[in-house]
């Protein structure tokens, strides 16, 4: 069941959360971004908020502040991990209308540029887990410019679910890090059962 879109004051203007609530008791609360031009309803966030909720976990979509203001061009990256964190106080502050007390364990995630946002503010955060759908390694066609520093600074579990054919690369398997690769582009939208059993493993082995 979701619940009509949140307003949370950022220090760049007013971020959107959307909240799923948990099938049965809530076993944790999940954070999502999206992607540098797309929004919340992408397929791959879809088919994750589904398979979360069904397992307990509470779902916040988060919209960036430059999407609710009605721009298509990314802010930087400053300002999206700022905004990502006014969102995470808000959310621990109980803001959303769950875990008010700020007990349950936080997992933070998103697709693409939600998911490097994820990444760099995971520790600030206190994520216990970090999804990354469709993780932009590099842009596509330049191999030099690596983002896998992100990816790799994150010391909490990580889920990469990545694309086959996508062109901004695949990262490898680390010790805290699993990568599931289906079918597909950056899109990730050939296969959502593959999304779906990809997260729902994962989730079972993370939360007790």
Request: with cysteine.
């Amino acid at each position: 069941m979701s619940t009509e879109p949140v307003g949370i004051d950022t220090p760049h203007g007013p971020a959107r959360v959307t909240l799923h609530r948990a099938t049965g008791r809530a076993r944790a609360l999940f954070l999502l971004g999206h992607g540098a031009g797309g929004g919340v309803g992408a397929p791959d966030l879809v088919v994750a908020t589904r398979t979360a909720t069904a397992r307990g976990v509470h779902v916040g979509l988060v919209e960036q502040p430059y999407r609710v203001a009605g721009r298509r061009a990314p802010a930087p990256a400053k300002q999206l991990d700022a905004a990502w964190l006014a969102v995470v106080a808000a959310a621990r502050a109980g803001e959303l209308g769950v875990d008010r007390r700020g007990r349950l364990p936080l997992l933070a995630g998103g697709r693409s540029s939600g998911a490097r946002v994820a990444c760099r503010t995971a520790g600030g955060a206190g994520a216990s887990g970090v999804l990354c759908l469709a993780f932009p390694v590099h842009p596509p066609g330049k191999p030099d410019k690596d983002r896998m520093p992100e990816l790799d600074g994150v010391e909490v579990p990580v889920l990469v679910v990545q694309g086959r054919r996508d062109p901004f690369g695949c990262p490898e398997p680390a010790a805290s890090r699993d990568v599931v690769v289906l079918d597909g582009d950056h899109s990730l939208k050939a296969d959502p059962d593959g999304v779906r059993d990809a997260i729902d493993t994962w989730l079972t082995h993370l939360l007790p």
